[in-house]
């Protein structure tokens, strides 16, 4: 349910003002906090939301990003664990014990999760 | 002022007079053939296991193949006379560093003798510890040491040594087996062979790693051997000063290390019949880098000092896209230790680079525009952001499916949303950062240096493997090779040497300034950081990833500027040359390796591998031959450049 309600959220903020947000950092140095607490403040009225204050929609917003990065982690869990309790070997990479995803220097690096190790 | 040839160069930088009257036979014999038939030199002559020999004047290290004894009267003896004074100490070897080379080779020698390994924080703090990638090696039956050589080399733009590069490629893989014996776990594929990946550069899968910890897992196992070795004493905490050296007729020999114990304030001697010198890079001459905060350059600096001879500096590896925190909304509260690389896989996925005016710059480059080789990516950002006197470039990514955003780069969107960005939405500020130095002392084929009794192993070497760059995954190769194979002559240089206790008093000891007070010693280390600061904004801004003479002579003059201003400073709130502490000598260890880089990059007329000067922006034949610095002239020298105990009265 709350994962439903994350997702509900940022295709709000998806759907109602993406373009909003992006003039501001096109043009200038990336978003301050006032910057993106004023766009958000537009898009929650927009969107007919109760007003809410700075704090929580900014809260709302990291949540959103935050919610699906956890979402992220639980099927990879669950990919890893239903097999019946062993260690799987990577679909992807033919690999036992080693990194679950893609191979990580498809590339040219050595990249897990976006951050790269060596080059 | 170092006397610096760029091997080979029509043109040297130095004469006779700058080598120490007293020094190097070798140095003065080099000198008479400069002008003359240096350009003639070949790449054979010059060859790493001939040329130091050969210029320096060192004696080829002739060893048999003597059995193992373990004579543990011997050790025991060594072992209690170091705990009877405590401020000196008499080992058989001593290892700076404890990293994968320090350790392997500790691991090796300590079935001989006794062994300090002296690391400057905790054991696992090294660049060891943060190569997440992996370690390559021909382990495949259709792989072979000639292609992990050919790719090596043109990896290293033909600066390589060849001999090097054969005796890397050709042991590397029984190295991996010992470390596997060790308890090193490395990843296998469902056959329950290895699983070896490909990265850039390689045409083989050929990289062993475990899981995505490569370093860590080798650091690990390694560390647990080494705390189970009863001739292995890790002093942790304790920081390398100076080695300890002196003139044996033509020879400079070395019998040890001063230290400084951070916790306790106190300073150690260590008198050891052989040393090796395993301790790392030298990223933070640069502000922003991958290194942990140990990597200060303090084995080159030393070795510098010390009259080791020092090669290839300007070839300094950066990474094109480090997270930026000077564009983060939230910045970090404190300064990151080491910089988050964002992947090119961002790049792969389609990201765009953009300048602060939002202008989409790669296409003016390259028509690979964002997908061109690292290099040329990395050299396009220093342009843009030094022809705009900017601090970061942006790379977006935000154009693509939030979710697949999400799915690949998680590690990235969650960093970034600490710092109050999305990167779903919002571009991503990245700026090069340094990651590996490819120089360093240098070293034969055992690992031998021109000083005698001194050995080096790992990044701090400079072993002709990596030529002009480093091929990916080669750096703990290295490591293991070159530190197991300076094992057998330590042990018959160990076994010819006598132990002469008095010899410890042959130096003046540093000095803890315990006079100075706290209220200098606090302006002392505030000055210090900010002149560390400069040092570093300087480096970036001078000494790049885009070169020219002029902006490397304006940071040759500005470094010397300030490197005297801080000296200044600091003898005039009272400081004294053999005083120490931690910060003081970790500032005249980066001034020495920033200096090392500057006068390379400025003797290097031609542009390759990772040097790239606008004023000879192409490769030039007659120049591929190594750079090499000799040791400094005692005319002009600054604090940086001596060794603590030969500071002038």
Known sequence: MASNLGRLFSSIFNLSAPKLVLPCIRSEPPLTRSSINSASRLVSSSAQKPQSDQENINKEQREAVERDLENKNEDDLEEEEGGGGGIQANEETGEVGGPRGPEPTRYGDWERNGRCYDF | ?649
Request: aromatic share 6%.
């Open chain 2, 1 to 649: 002022m170092t006397t610096c040839i760029p091997a080979g160069g029509g043109k040297l930088h130095y004469q006779v007079t700058d080598c120490k009257g007293h020094g190097l036979q070798g140095c003065r014999k080099t000198s008479s053939v400069s002008g003359v038939t240096f350009n003639r030199c070949s790449q054979k002559e010059l060859s790493w296991s001939s040329g130091v020999s050969k210029f320096l004047n060192i004696q080829r290290c002739n060893f048999s193949q003597s059995p193992i004894s373990e004579n543990w009267r011997i050790i025991r003896t060594v072992t209690s006379s170091c705990l009877r004074d405590g401020s000196t100490k008499f080992f058989d070897f001593a290892v700076i560093g404890s990293g994968v080379a320090g350790l392997r080779y500790a691991l090796e020698v300590a079935k001989h003798g006794s062994v300090a390994v002296i690391t400057k924080a905790e054991p696992h703090e090294s660049n060891t510890n943060y190569a997440q990638g992996g370690v390559s090696a021909v382990l495949c039956p259709s792989d072979s040491v000639e292609s992990h050589m050919h790719d090596t080399i043109v990896a290293g733009a033909h600066l390589c040594d060849e001999e090097t590069v054969r005796v890397v490629c050709t042991e590397g893989p029984d190295r991996i087996k010992e470390l596997i014996a060790m308890g090193a776990s490395f990843d296998h594929g469902e056959d329950g062979n290895l699983h070896l990946a490909r990265e850039g550069g390689h045409s083989h899968r050929r990289i062993v790693h475990a899981a995505d910890m490569t370093g860590r897992e080798i650091e690990r196992a390694l560390l647990e051997a080494v705390d189970k070795d009863p001739n292995i004493f890790v002093f942790e905490h304790h920081f390398a000063i100076d080695l300890l050296t002196f003139q044996n007729g033509s020879d400079t020999v070395c019998l040890g290390v001063d230290t400084l114990n951070t916790e306790t304030f106190e300073v150690t001697r260590f008198n050891s019949k052989v040393t090796l010198l395993a301790s790392g890079g030298a990223g933070h001459i640069y502000p922003s880098t991958t290194n942990p905060p140990v990597a200060t350059g303090d084995g080159m600096a030393m070795a510098h000092r010390a009259e080791a001879v020092i090669s290839n500096m300007e070839f300094v590896q950066f990474h094109p896209t480090a997270l930026a925190d000077e564009g983060l909304p939230l910045k970090p509260t404190k300064t990151r230790e080491n910089a988050f690389l964002v992947t090119e896989a961002v790049r792969g996925d389609g990201g765009i680079l953009y300048n602060l005016a939002m202008e989409r710059f790669m296409p003016l480059y390259d028509e690979r525009a964002e997908l061109a080789p690292r290099d040329v990516v990395a050299r396009s950002i220093d342009d843009q952001l030094k022809k705009r006197n900017e601090k970061y470039v942006l790379l977006d990514i935000s154009h693509r499916p939030r979710e697949k955003i999400l799915l690949h780069f998680p590690s990235i969107a969650a960093e970034c949303l600490r710092h109050g960005l999305d990167i779903t939405r919002q571009p991503i500020p990245v700026v090069p950062a340094a990651h590996y130095m490819c120089g360093g002392v240098r070293a034969g084929l055992q690992g031998e240096t021109n000083v005698r009794g001194l050995y080096v192993a790992g990044e701090v070497a400079c072993t002709g493997l990596h030529g002009a760059n480093r091929l990916a995954s080669n750096s703990l190769l290295e490591a293991l090779v070159f530190a197991r194979r300076a094992v057998q002559p330590s042990i018959e240089h160990m076994k010819s040497s006598g132990i002469d206790f008095s010899a410890s008093n042959w130096w003046p000891r540093p000095v803890v300034p315990k006079s100075l007070g706290t209220n200098t010693m606090d302006k002392i280390l505030t000055f210090t950081r900010e002149v560390r600061k400069e040092l570093q904004a300087l480096m970036w801004r001078y000494v790049g990833i885009i070169r020219s003479t002029i902006r490397l002579k304006s940071a040759e003059r500005k470094i010397s500027e300030l490197e005297d201003k801080w000296e200044e400073y600091l003898f005039q709130q009272g400081w004294e040359p053999t005083m120490v502490g931690l910060e003081a000598c970790e500032m005249r260890n980066l001034f020495c390796c920033a200096k090392l880089v500057v006068s390379s990059a400025l003797a290097r007329h031609e542009s390759r591998g990772l040097h790239y000067t606008v004023d000879f922006p192409h490769l030039e034949e007659s120049m591929r031959l190594p750079t090499i610095i000799f040791p400094a002239s005692p005319v002009k020298s600054t604090w940086s450049s001596r060794q603590l105990h030969k500071q002038p009265i």
